[in-house]
């Protein structure tokens, strides 16, 4: 007589195999897997049972994907991928091959991740180059801008063309005029090409500057950096509360390395004039018209100056 155990296992491997009949028949009744079928007609019932877990998974994650929670939350096995599956035939008998695929956020979060690694910012908000650069609103927003903006435009496009420019742009306006957001697109753009970039508010830099005498490995690196990045931007120079030090020991060598061999940008308030009597004072040392122009000698050169007019957009 069949024991009371014994029963029930029995009756548990045939409820299992009821419920594998009848999970096996939803996969092969999926849409998915029966346009698999179509494209496919050489596979077999014999092949498709042996495949069934990955059949399973193409159509879960499938769904998962077009009831897309977003990157952050993704149910799939690898996050921001889901399962394809192709066949091929080999030696007279039918494989079913399945793939990870990325997804468009996956790969467009990707490409914000390599963009950010490109650029390095010192003391600029590093969100502004996750941000979505509008061609066409930089072009309409302002009017009295939009010859700055095609300036910008016809940079990227000529380096992308041409190859790394030795000359860099400075663009000088009034305040909240967009100079920053100018400079942060061209980064943007070129990092997409390959360049590598760096961007120093200088107020802060300079004042950090000052304190990096006391640790002369982290200043060299920063200073080398600067040196042999491809795209260099000093942004808001001219702002800063100068020492002769930082003009003539950190700056001086940084734009002496860079001149005929790579581009260095500038976004100021002030122009060439301007910035030059800037250089040639500090609190300590007083006037130094000489030091003065022989800093700008490194910059007048080697810019193309880029005038940004218009409205002040901060707090629009």
């Not at 596979?43 to 897309?68: A, F, G, I, T």
């Not at 304190?211 to 080398?224: D, F, G, H, R, Y």
């Not at 020991?249 to 030059?276: C, Q, W």
Request: with cysteine; glycine share 6%.
């Amino acid at each position: 007589m069949e024991s009371l155990g014994e029963a029930m296992r029995r009756l548990s491997v045939m409820q299992s195999m009821v419920d594998g009949e009848r999970t096996a028949a939803r996969v092969l009744a999926d849409p998915l897997v029966v346009k698999l079928r179509e494209r496919y007609p050489g596979l077999d019932e014999h092949v498709l049972h042996l495949n069934l877990n990955r059949l399973y998974q193409m159509s879960k994650e499938y769904r998962n994907c077009r009831e897309c929670p977003g990157l952050e939350r993704c149910p799939n096995d690898m996050q921001g991928h889901s399962t394809t599956i192709t066949c091929a035939e080999a030696g007279g008998r039918w494989q079913i091959i399945d793939h990870k695929t990325p997804c468009a956020k996956f790969t467009a979060d990707e490409q914000q991740r390599q963009l950010r690694r490109r650029i390095t910012s010192f003391y600029v908000d590093e969100a502004m180059f996750g941000a979505h650069f509008d061609e066409t609103e930089m072009d309409a927003l302002d009017d009295d801008r939009f010859i700055a903006v095609h300036q910008i435009f016809d940079y990227v496009n000529k380096t992308t063309i041409e190859g790394l420019q030795n000359n860099g742009l400075f663009l000088m306006g009034n305040f909240g005029t967009g100079k920053t957001y100018l400079a942060g697109y061209l980064l943007h753009k070129l990092a997409k090409e390959g360049y590598s970039g760096v961007i120093v508010y200088m107020p802060e830099f300079v004042e950090d500057a000052k304190a990096l005498m006391l640790e002369p490995q982290k200043l060299k690196e920063t200073i080398s950096l600067m040196k042999e990045t491809d795209l260099l931007v000093f942004d808001d120079i001219g702002a800063e509360n100068l020492s002769p030090w930082v003009r003539d020991h950190v700056l001086g060598p940084i734009l002496n390395y860079r001149m005929n061999r790579k581009p260095t940008f500038y976004t100021s308030n002030h122009d060439l004039d301007a910035l030059e009597r800037h250089f040639s004072f500090t609190h300590k040392e007083g006037e130094e018209v000489h030091k003065g122009q022989r800093l700008m000698d490194r910059i007048r050169p080697f810019v193309d100056v880029v005038h940004v007019r218009g409205r002040n957009q901060r707090g629009s």
